[in-house]
């Protein structure tokens, strides 16, 4: 029987046939994908299917008859590769293998290849069966693959098998843990813990939650051969087979060091900040207590002054000359003066501790009430547009900082000039923003920020009388209930200053 009639290997025992054959035949011939042919005892190319032909690029007729050592490149043709090939297919009955071969035209291909020994029913051989398959492109995405996870040096790319023993190592891995491959490959990954985080099981802690979940992700001190450490984040991700059987995980490290020890420095900051600020805190608190106290404390000799020097003219006045009362007129004066500064003062620094009691409130009302607590002026003072707006506030605060702006606008007018104010509301936003408007003197814009602090006043006291604390009260009061203050002015234009509020919900 000659080599292209005898049998492709099948199992034992069962001869096909003719019949079987002819069909197996068409099978083999149909195959495009692998070069399936058959090699007599010396490796000569006993047939050749269309798959070979496609792949190899020879012609049945051109291959038949030559030996398939051609297929091989010239190094492992001096090594004897074609030879030793066959001798261990015929002597163990297979052989595999998967490695460079040479098509027609020169060019390589990436082979798989198995070769199967052909026995006749003697058990005599007769041949070898030759299955090759063209794996070229899996090849280069391997090798693509290969090469970018060792060239990656920013990332310690490494694998475990199912124990954690290290099995396979990147560039990164070595850069950065300090180890070469050949000292590392087969440890097990316990030696990149920290002694404390190994003794606490740590690592088998990470392989089981990789395991579980599909996933381990974490940052934490590892340790480098030179026994140094550095903080790293890491994920672990477990590598299963087809079957779904943990074989290994793959480990992702990156040393995070300077990040770490940035955060860190942020943190230190943030909580010296905080300390700071905490003792400012407490500074401001015994400031505002200690100043609240001494404004308390100041009124009672205040009001003695005051009851002494009325009492004075009242029972002596007749024998003092006039000169002499117009000096008590003028120190009544001035304590009055004093008396209202410290009240303004007690307010202002009521305003920074007081727990306010925030609850909706109608505009309107609000703004008459403001108006209400004028001594004088009122008439010049109209309302507009307030209907229906409703903001969330502590009513008495609102009411004194509308009272404020109201009073502020009725004093700062040229003297040949009637006052003319109006209060306005409108809808911003979520907010409603109330505003006062007047014909006064205005203001130029660069005073407009510091008139709201404490005692910064723009004119003397003769021109126009005032503590300068009106405006903080005002500031303090609104930002305190969560609003916000403004105002829009030119010199001898007027001013419009305005407070804003959240706006309340419709049913109130
Ligand atoms: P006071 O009114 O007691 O002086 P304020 O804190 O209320 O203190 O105001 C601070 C300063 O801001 C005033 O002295 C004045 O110079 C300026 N100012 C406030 N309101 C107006 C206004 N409506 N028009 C012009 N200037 C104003």
């Known amino acids: 029987m000659s080599v292209t009639e005898s049998r492709i290997p099948t199992t034992a025992k069962y001869t096909p046939p003719l019949q079987s054959e002819r069909v197996f035949r068409i099978l083999v011939e149909g195959v495009r994908d692998y070069a399936i042919f058959l090699l007599d005892p010396v490796g000569n190319v006993a047939s050749w299917n269309p798959g070979a032909e496609r792949i190899k690029g020879y012609t049945a007729q051109e291959i038949i008859g030559t030996n398939f050592s051609n297929f091989y490149p010239q190094v492992d043709r001096d090594a004897g590769k074609p030879e030793y090939e066959l001798k261990v297919a015929a002597e163990t009955g297979r052989f595999e293998d998967e490695g460079w071969r040479i098509r027609k035209d020169g060019s390589r291909f990436w082979a798989s290849v198995v070769i199967t020994r052909v026995c006749d029913e003697n058990g005599k ?107 790293s984040s890491v994920v672990v991700t477990p590598i299963r087979n087809d079957e779904g059987i943990l074989i290994g995980f793959s480990k992702i490290t990156r040393d995070v060091t300077d990040r770490k020890k940035l955060l860190d420095q942020i943190q230190k900051h943030a909580e010296e900040l905080e300390l700071r600020i905490a003792e400012r805190e407490q500074t401001n608190a015994e400031l505002e207590a200690f100043s609240y106290s001494v404004s308390h404390d100041l009124r009672a000799p205040l009001r003695a002054i005051e009851g002494f020097t009325q009492a004075f003219i009242e029972d002596y006045g007749k024998d003092v000359p006039e000169q002499g009362l117009e000096y008590l007129s003028e120190v009544t004066a001035a304590s009055k003066r004093m008396n209202r500064l410290v009240q303004d003062l007690l307010n202002f620094s ?47 605060t609102l009411v004194q900082a509308v009272s404020n702006l109201v009073s502020n606008a009725l004093k700062f007018v040229s003297p040949e000039k009637t006052p003319e104010v109006v209060v306005s509301a409108e809808r911003i936003g979520e907010c409603v923003r109330i505003s006062v408007k007047d014909n006064g003197i205005g203001i130029a814009s660069e005073h407009q920020e510091k008139i709201f602090q404490v005692f910064e006043r723009l004119h003397g006291q003769e021109q126009f009388p005032g503590t300068g604390i009106g405006l903080a009260i005002v500031k303090r009061g609104i930002q305190r209930m969560g609003g916000r203050v403004g105002l829009q002015s030119k010199p001898g234009e007027g001013s419009t200053f305005w407070v804003e509020l959240p706006e309340a919900a419709e049913n109130v």
């Open 125 to 231: 051989l007769i041949g070898y069966g030759k299955i090759t398959r063209d794996l070229t492109e899996r090849r280069i995405a391997e090798q693509r693959y290969r090469l970018l996870v060792e060239g990656v040096s920013d990332y310690a790319i490494y694998s475990l098998d199912v124990n954690g023993n290290v099995t396979s190592w990147n560039a990164g891995a070595q850069r950065i843990k300090g180890y070469n491959d050949f000292e590392i490959l087969g440890k097990h990954f316990s030696s990149f813990y920290t002694p404390e985080d190994a003794a606490a099981g740590m690592p088998a802690k990470v392989l089981q939650t990789a395991a579980d979940t599909g996933h381990f992700e974490g940052e934490g001190w590892r340790m480098r051969k030179d026994g140094t450490r550095f903080w």
């Open 350 to 396: 009521r305003l920074g501790r007081i727990h306010f009691e925030m609850q909706p409130v109608r505009v309107a009302e609000m703004a008459q009430e403001a108006i209400k607590q004028l001594s004088e002026g009122r008439e010049f003072v109209h309302v507009r547009d307030l209907d229906h707006l409703r903001a969330v506030a502590h009513p008495q």
